[in-house]
Every structure is written in structure tokens, then in C-alpha cells.
């Protein structure tokens, strides 16, 4: 069982920045890919950014160049920089990962409970 805990997030102003962290825990897993993804209300949950083990990188157009995702692999933690923040980033945020069972070949994702990023213009 692997357990996600997000942090981060809140209000911010446009032009200004905040920082998303998510630190997966548990055992008898190794990660491969780690995300995020955000939901708007009245719209789908959609892909911000995602990192694989080896650094490839990911993002929506939309954050593009605004954005940064980052991991560390030793502390199974994966960060999201957002900069230069717009109202239409208002959304949940959401943590991602894919994990493969040490034991079988099946790969598993889990999600994150959520942390609310408000933009105000």
C-alpha cells in the first residue's frame, strides 16, 4: 500500500508563485512515474506535469515555462514549482503516482487527497 501526503498550496496573488510537495511512503513498491493533475470545478481533471524516475519531464501546454516539476528518488518526494500564477490555475491539485509491486510485474496508481490552489487577480 503506498500512502501520498500533499502539501503546499493556498492563495496567491497573480504573478506570484507557489510550491506543491508530495511525499509517498509505504513499502515493497518502486516508483515510476510521479505527477500531478488539477480539476477545475465544473471541468475534468487534467494533466499539469509528470517526471519519470530518469527526469524526463512532461507538461500541459498551459503551464508551460511557468511551471517546474521536480523529484527526488531517495525520499520519494515530488514538487511542483509554479510561478508567474494566472486565476485560471485555480484548481485541486492532485498527486500522482505509478508504482510496480517488488514482488509481480503489475504496476499500480494512486492519488493524493487534494490540496486547493487559488489564484485571485
Known amino acids: 500500500q503506498v500512502q501520498l501526503v500533499e502539501s503546499g498550496g493556498g492563495l496567491a496573488l497573480a504573478g506570484g508563485s507557489l510550491r506543491l510537495s508530495c511525499a509517498a511512503s509505504g513499502s515493497g513498491f518502486s516508483i515510476t512515474v510521479m505527477g500531478w493533475y488539477r480539476q477545475a470545478p465544473g471541468k475534468q481533471r487534467e494533466l499539469v506535469a509528470v517526471?519519470?524516475?530518469?527526469?524526463?519531464?512532461v507538461y500541459a501546454d498551459s503551464v508551460k515555462g511557468r511551471f517546474m516539476i521536480s523529484r527526488d528518488n531517495a525520499k520519494n518526494t515530488v514538487n511542483l514549482q509554479m510561478n508567474s500564477l494566472k486565476p485560471e490555475d485555480t484548481a485541486v491539485y492532485y498527486c500522482n503516482v505509478w508504482v510496480v509491486v517488488t514482488t509481480t510485474p503489475a504496476e499500480y496508481s494512486y492519488w493524493g487527497q487534494g490540496t486547493q490552489v487559488t489564484v485571485s487577480s
Open positions: 517526471i519519470t524516475g530518469g527526469g524526463s519531464t
